[in-house]
Antibody, heavy 121, light 113 residues
Framework: EVHLLESEGGLLQPGGSLRLSCAAS????????MSWVRQGPGKGLEWVSG????????YFADSVRGRFTISRDYSNNTLFLQMNSLRPDDTAVYYC??????????????WGQGTLVTVSS | DIVMNQSPDSLAVSLGEGATINCKSS????????????LAWYQQKPGQPPKLLIY???TRESGVPDRFSGSGSGTDFTLTISSLQAEDVAVYYC?????????FGQGTKVEIK
C-alpha cells in the first residue's frame, strides 16, 4: 500500500524559510514522478511543483518559481520542498502527491494527509 | 496556462438520482500522438486529501465504484455520478496534466437535496 507522510509544517514569519519532506513507501520511488499541491484555507487545489521520476526535470508554478525548490532523495525515498521568502499567500495545507507514471505528465494517484503551513507576522 | 472552468459551482441531488459536473479547459488537452486526453477527476471529502477517481478522462481508478464515469474530449469533459449515495457528498475537481503548470478546476460541491 502506498503511504506518503509529510513532515510537520508550522507558523512562519513573512520572509522565512521551511523545508517540507515527504516520506514515501509502498512503491518503487524512482519509477514515479512526484508533486506538491497546496490548498489555501477554504480554497481549491493549486499545483505548486513537480519532479520527474528520474529527478532530471523539475517544474514550478509561476507563484513560487525562484522561491521554492523541489528535490528527491532516492536512498531514503523522500521528497523535499524547500520554501524560501515565504509570503502570507503561501499559507495553505501542502500535500505530497504521487504521479501514476514516471512522467510528470500523468495523474496524481496517491496523496499524503497534508501539512499546514501558516505564514503570518 | 490552461484555465479549467467547472460548472456548476455546487449542486444538490436527491439520493439515488444522477449528478453531472462539467469541466471546460481553455485549450485542448488531447495529445494527438497517443489520442489521450490528459484530464483527471478527484473527489475530496472534508478534512481529507483528494482521491483520484478518473484519469485519461474516462478510465476509472481501481476500486472506484462504477457509478462514477468520465467522458469528453478536447476541451469539454463531464463527470457523472449515476446514482448518488450519501458517501458521495464531497467537492469534485477536474485536473489537466497536459502542460505545465498543471491546473485544477475551482471545484464543484455536491450535496444531498
Amino acid at each position: 500500500e502506498v503511504h506518503l507522510l509529510e513532515s510537520e509544517g508550522g507558523l512562519l514569519q513573512p520572509g522565512g524559510s521551511l523545508r517540507l519532506s515527504c516520506a514515501a513507501s509502498g512503491f518503487t520511488f524512482s519509477t514515479c514522478a512526484m508533486s506538491w499541491v497546496r490548498q489555501g484555507p477554504g480554497k481549491g487545489l493549486e499545483w505548486v511543483s513537480g519532479i520527474s521520476g528520474s529527478g532530471t526535470n523539475t517544474y514550478f508554478a509561476d507563484s513560487v518559481r525562484g522561491r521554492f525548490t523541489i528535490s528527491r532523495d532516492y536512498s531514503n525515498n523522500t521528497l523535499f520542498l524547500q520554501m524560501n521568502s515565504l509570503r502570507p499567500d503561501d499559507t495553505a495545507v501542502y500535500y505530497c502527491a504521487k504521479h501514476r507514471l514516471g512522467s510528470y505528465y500523468s495523474s496524481l494517484d496517491s496523496w499524503g494527509q497534508g501539512t499546514l503551513v501558516t505564514v503570518s507576522s | 496556462d490552461i484555465v479549467m472552468n467547472q460548472s456548476p459551482d455546487s449542486l444538490a441531488v436527491s439520493l439515488g438520482e444522477g449528478a453531472t459536473i462539467n469541466c471546460k479547459s481553455s485549450q485542448s488537452v488531447l495529445f494527438n500522438s497517443n489520442n489521450k486526453n490528459y484530464l483527471a477527476w478527484y473527489q475530496q471529502k472534508p478534512g481529507q486529501p483528494p482521491k483520484l477517481l478518473i484519469y485519461w478522462a474516462s478510465t476509472r481508478e481501481s476500486g472506484v465504484p462504477d457509478r462514477f464515469s468520465g467522458s469528453g474530449s478536447g476541451t469539454d469533459f463531464t463527470l457523472t455520478i449515476s446514482s448518488l449515495q450519501a458517501e458521495d457528498v464531497a467537492v469534485y475537481y477536474c485536473h489537466q496534466y497536459y502542460s505545465s503548470p498543471q491546473t485544477f478546476g475551482q471545484g464543484t460541491k455536491v450535496e444531498i437535496k
